[in-house]
Structure formats: structure tokens, C-alpha cells
């Protein structure tokens, strides 16, 4: 059985290739590709004989679906990305699936059971893979959120996702902080604005706090596994400053702390 990685982390790839041998020893792994570039070259080129490939949703040069737009497969592949589950559902389009990073065994155990029962099954049609591309690029890559109609003084002013640094509850309201400049309250909830926003740019460190990748100086070690965010100033902060007196937590938890640091070196 061939197996094909396409995976720009040397870690990720390294340790999907440890839990393959320890799940799947009798698999063969014909390569690890890092790029667009070489897994097109090597699917349109000279395609070894491949039975199953993972592949990053986002590689350096690019979406990882511009390869099966070029080169038409005829094999299953399970897709590694680290989006959350909202940016997921159009995966659930046939045997393809998906894993999200960083990868569990049991997901990983999960994603091979179902990859034995279609192969009992069925061969995957390149139809059905066409389908996912179209339906992932129309729910996906172009319908996050670009900008809020927020409420300042008398007036209604749109503000651009870009300008805030981060998004956050105190008391029973939602809050968007910018750069520079004041607070505004947000009528959407903060499990709304999860799904809305570009999972590229802005992570949901806990229950209170989604952060910008822009805001964030860094990750200081707490106890018990735990980060803490460090996140830069931003001026004009409200008084009294709900992320510098701590009203607002900004720890991320013992099992998010490798999702966090695999999003931050991405």
C-alpha cells in the first residue's frame, strides 16, 4: 500500500510518518512533497503508484487544491489542515477526509478505518473530489467576514476586520478592540465571530478571547502546561484595560498550547 505525504512542516510530516508505522506498519511511504510545485511536477510527470495521500490544505506556495486542479488523481486523500470545524464541513462531501491538526492517533486511527471501508467499497470517482474543490473554495476561501457596522457615538461606521486587534467577552458582552482607538460592542457572539473570521489570521485562544496572529508578541509558559498570550499594546486601551488588569483571560489551555504553536509557525 503507497502512501504519499504533502506536507511543508518537517514535524507535522515527521509525525504523521511515526503514527503511519506504528497504525499501518505494512504501508509504504513513496515520499513527503513540500510544495505545490513538486507534488504537480510528480502526479503530472511521472505519478508512482499511489493508494493514499495526506495533504496540507496550505502549503508555502500555495492552496493545496491547485495541484487536483491541474493533475487528476484517481486515489482517496485525506486532508491535514488546522482549521476548526467550522471551516470543515465541506469535507463531508464523500470518503475523503480530514484531520485536524495537530494530528491525534485516534483521528488519525479514525480516518484510516474509514479509508479501508470505501476501499472495500469503491474506488474514489475524480468527480467527487472535483465537487469538494468547488464546494470548499465557495464556502471557505471567500465568505470570511472583511468588515463590522459598528455603533460609535450617533453614527454608524464600518470598520475592517484587519483594524482590531482582538475579540472579547467581559461580562455579558462582546467586544472588538483596534489598534489604536476605542472599543466596540458587537451584537454577535464570540462562537459567531469563530466562524466568520479567517482562521489564518485570528485564533480562538479560550472562551473569552479570539486574538489577531498580529497581535500577539508572544507565548510565555504558565503552570500546569498552560501558555499565557503575550499581545501588544494597542493605544488608547479602555479604562479600566480589560487584558491588562486581567478581567479578560488571556491563557490558552494545556491541550490547545501545541495547536497555538503550530498556528503561530505556519
Same mark, same amino acid.
Given at each position: 500500500?503507497? %502512501?504519499? =505525504?504533502? $506536507?511543508?512542516?518537517?514535524? /507535522?510530516? @515527521?509525525? !504523521?510518518? &511515526?503514527?503511519?508505522?506504528?497504525?499501518?506498519?505494512?504501508?509504504?511511504? %513513496?515520499? =513527503?512533497? $513540500?510544495?505545490?510545485?513538486? /507534488?504537480? @511536477?510528480? !502526479?503530472? &510527470?511521472?505519478?508512482?503508484?499511489?493508494?493514499?495521500?495526506?495533504?496540507? %490544505?496550505?502549503?508555502?506556495?500555495?492552496?493545496?487544491?491547485?495541484?487536483?486542479?491541474?493533475?487528476?488523481?484517481?486515489?482517496?486523500?485525506?486532508?491535514?489542515?488546522?482549521?476548526?470545524?467550522?471551516?470543515?464541513?465541506?469535507?463531508?462531501?464523500?470518503?475523503?477526509?480530514?484531520?485536524?491538526?495537530?494530528?491525534?492517533?485516534?483521528?488519525?486511527?479514525?480516518?484510516?478505518?474509514?479509508?479501508?471501508?470505501?476501499?472495500?467499497?469503491?474506488?474514489?470517482?475524480?468527480?467527487?473530489?472535483?465537487?469538494?474543490?468547488?464546494?470548499?473554495?465557495?464556502?471557505?476561501?471567500?465568505?470570511?467576514?472583511?468588515?463590522?457596522?459598528?455603533?460609535?457615538?450617533?453614527?454608524?461606521?464600518?470598520?475592517?476586520?484587519?483594524?482590531?486587534?482582538?475579540?472579547?467577552?467581559?461580562?455579558?458582552?462582546?467586544?472588538?478592540?483596534?489598534?489604536?482607538?476605542?472599543?466596540?460592542?458587537?451584537?454577535?457572539?464570540?462562537?459567531?465571530?469563530?466562524?466568520?473570521?479567517?482562521?489564518?489570521?485570528?485564533?480562538?485562544?479560550?472562551?473569552?478571547?479570539?486574538?489577531?496572529?498580529?497581535?500577539?508578541?508572544?507565548?510565555?509558559?504558565?503552570?500546569?502546561?498552560?501558555?499565557?498570550?503575550?499581545?501588544?499594546?494597542?493605544?488608547?486601551?479602555?479604562?479600566?484595560?480589560?487584558?491588562?488588569?486581567?478581567?479578560?483571560?488571556?491563557?490558552?489551555?494545556?491541550?490547545?498550547?501545541?495547536?497555538?504553536?503550530?498556528?503561530?509557525?505556519?
Amino acid at each position: 500500500m503507497n %502512501v504519499l =505525504i504533502i $506536507e511543508d512542516e518537517p514535524l /507535522a510530516a @515527521a509525525n !504523521l510518518r &511515526e503514527m503511519l508505522r506504528s497504525l499501518r506498519p505494512q504501508f509504504e511511504l %513513496v515520499g =513527503i512533497l $513540500e510544495t505545490v510545485a513538486e /507534488a504537480t @511536477a510528480l !502526479l503530472s &510527470e511521472s505519478p508512482p503508484g499511489i493508494d493514499l495521500a495526506f495533504c496540507d %490544505v496550505h502549503l508555502g506556495d500555495g492552496s493545496s487544491f491547485s495541484i487536483f486542479e491541474e493533475v487528476p488523481v484517481h486515489f482517496p486523500i485525506i486532508f491535514t489542515t488546522a482549521y476548526d470545524e467550522y471551516a470543515l464541513k465541506a469535507f463531508s462531501v464523500n470518503s475523503i477526509d480530514y484531520l485536524l491538526k495537530p494530528i491525534q492517533e485516534a483521528g488519525l486511527q479514525r480516518a484510516l478505518d474509514k479509508f479501508d471501508r470505501s476501499k472495500a467499497a469503491a474506488t474514489t470517482d475524480p468527480t467527487d473530489l472535483s465537487a469538494l474543490l468547488q464546494q470548499f473554495v465557495q464556502k471557505d476561501f471567500r465568505q470570511y467576514r472583511q468588515s463590522f457596522l459598528v455603533s460609535f457615538r450617533n453614527r454608524l461606521i464600518p470598520v475592517a476586520v484587519t483594524d482590531f486587534q482582538y475579540f472579547y467577552i467581559l461580562g455579558d458582552l462582546v467586544y472588538g478592540q483596534r489598534r489604536s482607538g476605542p472599543r466596540y460592542q458587537l451584537d454577535e457572539t464570540l462562537e459567531t465571530l469563530e466562524a466568520q473570521l479567517d482562521p489564518e489570521q485570528f485564533f480562538r485562544a479560550n472562551r473569552q478571547l479570539i486574538v489577531r496572529r498580529q497581535a500577539i508578541a508572544g507565548l510565555q509558559r504558565a503552570l500546569h502546561g498552560k501558555y499565557k498570550l503575550l499581545l501588544h499594546q494597542v493605544q488608547e486601551p479602555p479604562n479600566p484595560d480589560p487584558i491588562g488588569r486581567e478581567l479578560v483571560k488571556t491563557t490558552v489551555s494545556k491541550a490547545r498550547g501545541p495547536v497555538i504553536k503550530q498556528w503561530l509557525s505556519r
